[in-house]
């Protein structure tokens, strides 16, 4: 068993051979369309947070504080959040779409930064709870998986979104992090626009973009969203669909060579996105015209 795959921890039987896990610095995602499993007791040196949409039927068993063993059942959408070192054990009872989260205490620090407390090993335990928004989250999330592999500026924005919401609602230090809002403000926002509009071309990340605004990367994903009212990077999918669309309409450019100047990696991606937002291949749009 790879040990730094945290979601085979007590998993019976194997995973789907359909599954993604897809892992980046400081936290990593599985999904799947979960069939009938058992997750036996286990912990990890890590925030887990789960997210099952319906029509799942969970029964799960953990430790509070005290030591003193939690049942719990339910079905339909749900969350479980489950800190650092905390046992536990989750029947899978039918399948359904399943995503886990997994958030290392140097990412919670980053999101953190401003709070005075080391805020992943104050998150309470809670499994099988509902949570609408972690729901929506974790649905958007599973949408870009069906296209291929989450890009970097994605994971990080629902990643950094995530930590955010957990603290504020699963903490029993509520007011430690920061609450902004308000948004980015005209004058960041411009400049943000006006960054991703010049630099379409490159692989964008989160980080980059934060610079530009002059806040912290975690900040920046949750007023980005306040702003323009989608995560960074669909909004930058967005930007490069409808370049693209320019480009077809006013230029003699091969596709690939539009594709490279659009920030896509290759034409395949190039045509899957197109055909995902404008619903027809490049090619078939470029013929029609």
């Not at 921890?9 to 499993?37: C, F, M, N, T």
């Not at 969970?58 to 800190?83: T, Y």
């Not at 997994?102 to 499994?127: C, G, H, M, R, W």
């Not at 970097?152 to 903490?171: D, G, K, M, N, W």
Request: net charge positive; glycine share 4%; charged share 25%.
């Amino acid at each position: 068993m790879d040990s730094s795959k945290h979601f085979l921890r007590g998993l019976y039987p194997s995973p789907p051979p359909d599954h993604v896990w897809q892992e980046w610095i400081g936290y990593s995602i599985y999904s799947a369309d979960q069939p009938r499993s058992t997750w036996r007791k286990h912990s990890h040196d890590c925030t887990q947070l789960t997210i099952a949409l319906d029509p799942a039927y969970v029964r799960a068993e953990w430790q509070d504080s005290p030591g003193q063993p939690i049942k719990r059942e339910l079905n339909g959408d749900m969350i479980w959040v489950v800190p650092p070192g905390i046992t536990h054990s989750v029947f899978f009872n039918r399948r359904a779409s399943l995503i886990h989260l997994y958030l290392s205490d140097p990412f919670f620090e980053k999101v953190t930064q401003n709070a005075v407390i080391d805020v992943s090993s104050k998150l309470t335990p809670s499994l099988l709870v509902r949570d609408p928004f972690l729901v929506e989250l974790a649905k958007d999330l599973s949408e870009e998986l069906r296209f291929g592999p989450l890009s970097e500026l994605f994971s990080q924005s629902v990643a950094a979104i995530a930590v955010s919401h957990l603290i504020r609602r699963y903490s029993n230090k509520p007011n430690a992090l920061p609450i902004y809002r308000g948004g980015l403000g005209p004058a960041r926002e411009k400049r943000v626009r006006q960054y991703i509009r010049e630099h379409l071309d490159t692989q964008l990340s989160l980080e980059e973009l934060a610079g530009i605004a002059d806040i912290s990367p975690n900040h920046f994903a949750s007023l980005f969203r306040q702003t323009i009212g989608t995560t960074p990077h669909k909004f930058v999918v967005r930007q490069r669909v409808e370049r693209a669309r320019h480009l077809l309409e006013h230029s003699s450019l091969p596709l690939i060579d539009i594709a490279m100047r659009c920030g896509f990696q290759d034409q395949s991606q190039f045509t899957t996105t197109f055909r995902r937002y404008l619903g027809t291949t490049p090619g078939r749009y470029k013929r029609e015209l």
